[in-house]
């Protein structure tokens, strides 16, 4: 069964600091997400990894992807308030054909980021 | 990406009734499943909505419970039945978009609240 652990579950922030949240998954998988949902709102696509050593950014953001350690982290440089939402990790559950489009959530991480 | 729809956006529901969330995508798709958000927490899985035949339920999600219709490619519906305070959460449809990349995308929600 696969396990997706995110830490930490609550991240509070300063304006212009830099943080990692982590995502670790218990089982091989072909495919990782990051979403970002904001109260009230549904999710939004922020990266999706596909290999080992892939690395996407995007603004203030930054996801990387290691395959071999299970590992995907999302890296906020100079946080600022509108980053402020909860971030969610999905992995694709694999099956014996490979990837499954299924997707196991981490619990998320709810990220303050204060002036 | 996608433009994806949901009706109702939200609902308040009696003990005992059912509710049939309705989900539309702005183009053809092979994929498309139903999440669960209840209050607080992250997604789960409840189905894969497959095209001209039952759909997928995931461990924990019965067909009784949640019935789920796919006529075509680009629509599909999820029913709550029987109610209960404990349905109360947030559904999400999600639907797979190929490409270069396949990625997953989320509809805006249906809230629903049981009394």
């Known amino acids: 069964e696969l396990k997706v652990e995110q830490n930490p579950l609550f991240l509070s922030m300063q304006e212009e600091k830099n943080y990692t949240i982590y995502c670790n998954y218990s089982?091989?998988?072909?495919?990782l997400y990051w979403y970002r949902q904001d109260p009230g709102k549904s999710l939004e696509s922020l990266f999706v990894?596909?290999?080992?050593?892939a690395v996407k950014q995007e603004g203030r953001l930054m996801a990387s992807l290691d395959t071999k350690a299970r590992l995907s982290t999302l890296h906020i440089t100079a946080a600022v308030h509108d980053l402020s939402a909860t971030y969610f990790c999905?992995?694709?559950?694999?099956?014996?054909?490979?990837?499954?489009?299924?997707?196991?959530f981490g619990k998320g991480t709810k990220l303050t980021v204060n002036p | 990406s996608a433009v994806i729809s949901q009706k109702p956006s939200r609902d308040i529901c009696q003990r005992g009734t059912s509710l049939t969330i309705q989900c539309q995508v702005d183009?053809?798709?092979?994929?498309m499943f139903w999440y669960r958000q209840q209050p607080g927490q992250s997604l789960t899985l409840i189905a894969t909505a497959n095209q001209g035949s039952e759909a997928t339920y995931e461990s924990g999600f019965v067909i009784d419970k949640f019935p789920i219709s796919r006529p075509n490619l680009t629509f599909s519906t999820l029913t709550v039945s029987n109610m209960s305070p404990e349905d109360s959460s947030i559904y999400l449809c999600s639907v797979l978009t190929s490409g270069v990349t396949n990625e997953q995308f989320f509809g805006p929600g249906t809230r629903l609240t049981v009394l």
């Open positions: 183009s053809q798709v092979t994929m």
């Open positions: 990894l596909l290999s080992n050593g």
């Open positions: 999905a992995v694709d559950m694999p099956t014996t054909q490979g990837g499954s489009e299924k997707l196991v």
């Open positions: 089982t091989t998988s072909d495919r």
